[in-house]
């Protein structure tokens, strides 16, 4: 009995599998593929074009980014956005505007990550892979190469930050910067530099170096003011110019003038003669030191110009 009931069993089990395989309709790969698509296509919450997405708090606009086309998935939580012009304001006004191909908006980790952006904070000109901003930590950056520009020369190094909504940024990676005005040039080199972003101006830190044709000073920090081509030299500063050597704790030298003037702690030597004063100045054109301030000086050669008061 229980064998012809299994026999009945396994015959109805093979008349169905004959009956499915020769009348009910069965969905192609490609169909599931499609199928599949339009599950993924219904879980856009939006696709739009010139869309604009910016952050406004108590009625002041910190950022501000215009995209052709844009598409947001609920499903992963990021939204992408193409071909876009965006700007960061400091203090209401634009400071930085800039041009991407495409940005990735990662809305549940608050992070925007910008593809390739060229752009100008008004004073450089600017290019780099990738730019990765975090509205959570309030800090955008870069760990790729770094390049700005001017009409004066450029910037190079590798790392940037910055803060969106204030002027300024920072290029880590032992940066480069080189200048020319006229006939000379400036070469200057540190572990980092502050970047003004309403001037211009850079703040070295660490290691500093600058150069200008037979002058060569180092020192902990440096800044270069770019209206007067100017740089500042402060803390443990070395220069050599020919056969000159000398030190302080600051100098101040232009690429338009040829003076350089030491203070602090003052010395410098020359062929065997020594000096120290409150205040030096190197007359680069008549290749003379001038002595200020508490003069003290130990003379052996007659090519000394000196002026105390």
Not at 7 to 14: C, N, S
Not at 216 to 233: D, G, H, Q
Not at 273 to 302: C, H, P, Q, W
Request: net charge positive; hydrophobic share 40%; proline share 3%.
């Amino acid at each position: 009995m229980f064998k012809r009931f299994f026999a009945l069993l396994v015959f109805v089990f093979v008349l169905w599998i004959f009956y499915w395989a020769a009348f009910v309709p069965k969905e192609s790969l490609s169909g599931r593929i499609n199928r599949e698509l339009k599950k993924q296509s219904s879980k856009l919450d939006l696709f739009m074009k010139g869309v604009v997405f910016s952050e406004i708090v108590d009625g002041k606009k910190y950022w501000e980014i215009k995209a052709v086309t844009s598409q947001i998935n609920k499903d992963t939580g990021k939204a992408l956005l193409n071909d876009i012009r965006g700007v960061f304001f400091t203090d209401g006004k634009p400071y930085i505007n800039f041009t991407a191909p495409l940005v990735t908006w990662e809305m549940r980790q608050q992070q925007i990550k910008i593809d390739s952006p060229k752009g100008s904070d008004g004073s450089y000109e600017f290019t780099m892979p990738d730019l990765t901003w975090s509205l959570s930590r309030d800090r955008f950056w870069t760990d790729g190469p770094v390049m700005l520009k001017n009409r004066h020369g450029f910037i190079k190094g590798r790392g940037l930050e910055g803060i969106p909504g204030k002027s300024g940024m920072t290029i880590k990676g032992q940066p480069t910067a080189v200048f020319s005005k006229g006939n000379k040039k400036l070469i200057l080199g540190a572990d980092s530099f502050g970047i003004d972003g309403t001037k211009g101006n850079i703040f070295a830190a660490g290691n500093c170096n600058a150069s200008v044709d037979a002058l060569s000073v180092i020192s902990r920090n440096m800044e270069y003011y770019t209206i007067k081509s100017e740089v500042s030299a402060q803390g443990d500063v070395k220069l050599e110019y020919r056969d000159i050597t000398a030190s302080a704790d600051e100098a101040l030298f232009s690429l338009a003038g040829n003076t350089v003037i030491l203070s602090g702690n003052a010395r410098a030597s020359r062929q065997g003669s020594k000096m120290s004063a409150g205040r030096l100045k190197i007359d680069m054109k008549n290749n003379r030191i001038i002595m200020e301030e508490r003069t003290e000086v130990f003379v052996e050669e007659e090519d000394l110009g000196t002026q105390k008061k």
